[in-house]
């Protein structure tokens, strides 16, 4: 063989190692299985919003979305409607005249900003002292609830002005947008985009604030979605006021 190892894995389906196959399916680039055709990643994501999917597949991924299918919160409540939740969100968004796409940028661009003050800290400050726990405690609250009331949280990561914070998992929520694969079947592996932090942002001029999962960015740029009524819905509205989204747009940001 010269295959390169690099391209070669373990197929978690036939348990046979093979080499990597890139197709193009309808979530984007695939790397499958050569033998028996099994996903193993999405290499590349593709933008499906639920207008693309036909009728089956929208129950498909409402069933996946319900609470405690495969995530305990769910991105729909147990009855709402993909498409009319997805269709009022639009409204919402067309009417404040701001895409999807630049909801996820700001929020990209804010959440980087956040992470790049942690690592500078993390660099500058000696280890164990009380800056670098602090930051370290507002950046990793793992095992807690960011949206604990504040006194609880302590001071978070300051970026321009908003106070930030962060909560690891211990786990890895997949995007349940995923269309190619066996049906019914999910793994990480399947899915075409995942995270293991939620974020709370506070905008400390307008006193007020927003909770989203770091997923929350692939579903707006590739799926159009900011989540149904559950915990983890990103209300297209006051984001868009909570982060001046827009209004940033012609000014120093
Ligand atoms: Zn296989
Ligand atoms: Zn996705």
Redesign the pocket.
């Known amino acids: 063989m010269t295959d390169d190892e690099s391209t070669v894995s373990l197929c978690w389906k036939c348990q046979v190692k093979t080499r990597h196959k890139i197709t193009e399916g309808r979530s984007g680039a695939l790397e499958r299985c050569a033998v028996c055709k099994n996903v193993l990643r999405v290499a590349r994501?593709a933008s499906v919003t639920v207008h693309d999917l036909t009728a089956n597949e929208v129950r498909l991924v409402e069933l996946r979305m319900r609470p405690g299918a495969v995530s305990q919160a769910g991105f729909l409540d147990p009855t709402e409607s993909l498409v009319a939740v997805t269709r009022s969100d639009d409204t919402t968004l067309r009417a404040l005249g701001v895409t999807h796409s630049q909801v996820a940028s700001r929020i990209q661009r804010l959440i980087g900003k956040a992470k790049a003050t942690v690592e500078r800290q993390v660099k500058l400050q000696e280890p164990g002292t009380a800056e670098i726990r602090r930051i370290i405690a507002a950046y990793n609250m793992l095992g807690e609830d960011p949206r604990s009331d504040s006194e609880k949280r302590g001071p978070g990561i300051r970026v321009d002005e908003f106070e930030v914070w962060s909560h690891l998992y211990n786990g890895w929520q997949g995007?349940p947008?995923?269309l190619d694969g066996d049906v019914g079947r999910l793994s990480t592996a399947d899915?075409?985009?995942d995270s293991d932090r939620d974020w709370i942002v506070r905008n400390t001029v307008l006193n007020d604030e927003i909770f989203f999962s770091e997923l929350i960015i692939?579903?707006l740029r590739?799926?159009q979605f900011c989540e149904g009524h559950t915990e983890y819905r990103l209300d297209p509205a006051r984001t868009v006021r909570v982060l001046r989204i827009g209004e940033v747009e012609g000014s120093h940001q």
């Open positions: 994501p995007c947008f995923f899915t075409c985009g692939h579903l590739h799926h």
